[in-house]
């Protein structure tokens, strides 16, 4: 009797190999240089604005702040959220997390707000000590009472455009890469956190961020051998 192999088994299937040990070596290598090659690039800013170039300093700041912010939220391609979120999360100063309320009511996309929510949160707003200035959590708490569930929901998804973060985004990144205008710096002299005033936005707190927020890339980038932990 003759044997008949099924054709279907005889195929060998291919051998599916991730990156060789040495491939891997050779990215955490790269690694590790560009992130090397980048506090060189941040340290020269200091340097730049010593030197009488306090415009090119102030926009490699925030261009490089924008850059590794959309590097780490990948693929979230909202480069606004992106800058805001990574400041507040990464840059090392609460300053950046404040929510000032009525920087909030303008800069809240209204027109896909749920119904009512402009109303019923200008209303909150303004039984709300006078230019008094929250932390995100804080903020959501003071308001919670006058929004139904819905709003209170979307609110939070966006209580991040009424963050410093975002006004600095707004303020500054923007003008400063698109309309080559470069503000030194925002002050919120109409507002107070906790009873104090707020500190001015300025080179020096906005660089010590993003020497925060690259160490941080750098972390996530060496420890698990992905650029920016993105696989």
């Known amino acids: 009797m003759t044997e008949h192999r099924n054709e279907e088994e005889s195929i060998e299937s291919p051998t599916v190999s991730g990156p060789s040990q040495e491939d891997l070596h050779a990215k955490r290598e790269f690694i590790t240089a560009y992130f090397e090659d980048l506090d060189k690039k941040i340290a020269f800013l200091v340097d730049l604005a010593q030197g009488g170039h306090g415009?090119?300093?102030?926009?490699l700041c925030l261009v490089y702040i924008d850059g590794l912010a959309n590097w780490l939220n990948l693929p979230e391609k909202k480069s606004a959220k992106n800058f805001s979120g990574a400041l507040m999360e990464h840059g090392g100063n609460e300053l950046f997390s404040i929510v000032l309320?009525?920087?909030?009511?303008?800069?809240?996309?209204?027109?896909?707000?749920?119904?009512?929510?402009?109303?019923?949160l200008t209303a909150s707003i303004a039984a709300l000590p006078a230019n008094e200035a929250f932390l995100p959590t804080e903020f959501l708490n003071r308001v919670r009472a006058g929004l139904s569930p819905a709003l209170l929901t979307w609110l939070e998804r966006e209580v991040w455009r009424g963050t410093i973060a975002h006004a600095v985004y707004a303020s500054l990144r923007s003008p400063g890469v698109h309309y080559a205008g470069?503000?030194?710096?925002?002050?919120?002299?109409?507002s107070a956190f906790r009873g104090q005033p707020i500190p001015r936005v300025d080179f020096r707190n906005l660089y010590s961020a993003l020497i925060s927020l690259a160490a941080h890339a750098r972390e996530v980038s060496e420890r698990t051998g992905d650029w920016f932990g993105v696989v």
Not at 55 to 59: I, N, S, V
Not at 182 to 188: A, N, Q
Request: hydrophobic content about 45%; charged content about 15%; proline content about 9%.
């Open 55 to 59: 415009d090119e300093a102030w926009l």
């Open 182 to 190: 470069v503000s030194h710096g925002l002050s919120f002299s109409q």
């Open 101 to 120: 309320p009525n920087w909030l009511i303008k800069a809240l996309p209204l027109r896909s707000a749920p119904n009512g929510l402009e109303t019923a």
